[in-house]
């Protein structure tokens, strides 16, 4: 039982490029959420999903796009990298019902673009 | 817009003494949660505060919520340096969102 896990872990890009980071979930989890932490802003959602096929815009949503094909992954895309966009990223995932109240956290990915 | 806000953001503590860090929220919620990060690693959840009047203990960490205060806190009690951590407040959303205060970054000292 592996949890929440991110690929890849580290990534420098260059401005303008593209790359998507992968998340996966064995919990059977219905919801999953992208947040990204900057020095001294705790984390904020980007994007977030309540089921297979489906997705919404959290409080940062510009620049990245996601997808949510099968409930076991979460893919968050960046079309054209920007030096703003330099974070740490962090996906989770939670289930429903019951005592599941906790979001599960992946180890996170960071992400610096020259 | 739900503001969560944490006091204070930097927090020197001295071995073997009490401090509380304070989580305050902006709108209704029932369910605010506690994590501890520390450098480079990802959020470890400590509490999960589900009703009003709610306390929970775990070791020297012990954490209670006032729904109508709109008001969680965080007490450590007799500070050790193990505890040198970022400690994070989160508060539910609808679609179990969470939205995050800043941190309170925690330096214990001998």
């Known amino acids: 039982n592996a949890g929440v896990t991110q690929t890849p872990k580290f990534r420098v890009l260059k401005t303008g490029q593209s790359m998507t980071l992968l998340c996966a979930q064995d919990?059977?989890?219905?919801?999953m959420y992208w947040y990204r932490q900057d020095p001294g802003m705790g984390l904020r959602l980007i994007h977030y999903?309540?089921?297979?096929?489906?997705?919404a815009k959290g409080e940062v949503p510009d620049g990245y796009n996601v997808s949510r094909l099968k409930k076991q992954n979460f893919l968050l895309g960046l079309e054209s990298a920007a030096p703003s966009q330099t974070s740490v990223y962090f996906c989770?995932?939670?289930?429903?019902?019951?005592?599941?109240?906790?979001?599960?956290f992946g180890p996170g990915t960071r992400l610096t673009v020259t | 817009e739900l503001k969560v806000e944490q006091n204070p953001l930097f927090l020197s503590m001295q071995e073997g003494k009490n401090y509380t860090i304070y989580c305050n929220y902006s709108?209704?919620?029932?369910?605010l949660y506690w994590y501890r990060q520390d450098p480079g690693k990802s959020l470890e959840s400590l509490f999960v505060?589900?009703?009003?009047?709610a306390v929970k203990q775990e070791g020297r960490l012990m954490a209670s919520l006032d729904t109508k205060a709109r008001l969680s806190t965080l007490h450590i009690t007799a500070a050790v340096h193990d505890l040198s951590a970022t400690y994070f407040c989160?508060?539910?959303?609808?679609?179990?969102?969470?939205?995050f205060g800043a941190g309170t970054t925690v330096t214990v000292r001998a």
């Open positions: 989770a995932s939670r289930g429903t019902g019951g005592a599941s109240y906790e979001q599960y």
């Open positions: 919990m059977n989890h219905e919801y």
């Open positions: 999903s309540v089921g297979e096929g489906t997705t």
């Open positions: 709108t209704t919620s029932d369910r």
């Open positions: 505060l589900l009703s009003n009047g």
């Open positions: 989160a508060v539910d959303m609808a679609d179990y969102k969470l939205s």
